[in-house]
């Protein structure tokens, strides 16, 4: 079974940037695809970016030019750094690892998923 813990959200004033992370207690190549979700109040959950071991990177178009994810090192971390935060970035982030090589941009692709963390961003 894996573990997904996220952390680094928070209350965010707009304009500002953030980083999140997704801490996995396993993954190797063929369980490597990884991406990050998000859910604002009353809206379905929806695609982020994803990663998988080789730094192959795909995004929402939403997500290209503020969003960036990456692995650390050792591929046991994930980050999701964010600039220029807007109060529409505003939702709980969910951390989502599948036993594939491949990210999906669908929710429904993925084996395990973290707790979510909360990311408020004022204005």
């Known amino acids: 079974q894996v573990q997904l813990v996220e952390s680094g959200g928070g209350v965010v004033q707009a304009g500002r940037s953030l980083c999140l992370s997704c801490?996995?207690?396993?993954?190797?190549?063929?369980?490597?695809?990884m991406s990050w979700f998000r859910q604002a109040p009353g809206k379905e959950r929806e695609f982020v970016a994803g990663i998988n071991w080789n730094d192959f990177t795909s995004y929402a178009a939403f997500a290209k030019g503020r969003f960036t994810i990456s692995n650390d090192g050792a591929k046991s971390t994930v980050y999701l750094q964010v600039s220029h935060l807007d109060p529409e970035d505003t939702a709980v982030y969910y951390c989502?690892?599948?036993?594939?090589?491949?990210?999906?941009?669908?929710?429904?692709?993925?084996?395990?998923w973290g707790q979510g963390t909360q990311v408020t961003v004022s204005s």
């Open positions: 801490s996995t207690s396993r993954r190797t190549y063929t369980t490597s695809a």
């Open positions: 989502a690892q599948r036993a594939s090589s491949c990210a999906s941009s669908i929710r429904f692709d993925y084996d395990y």
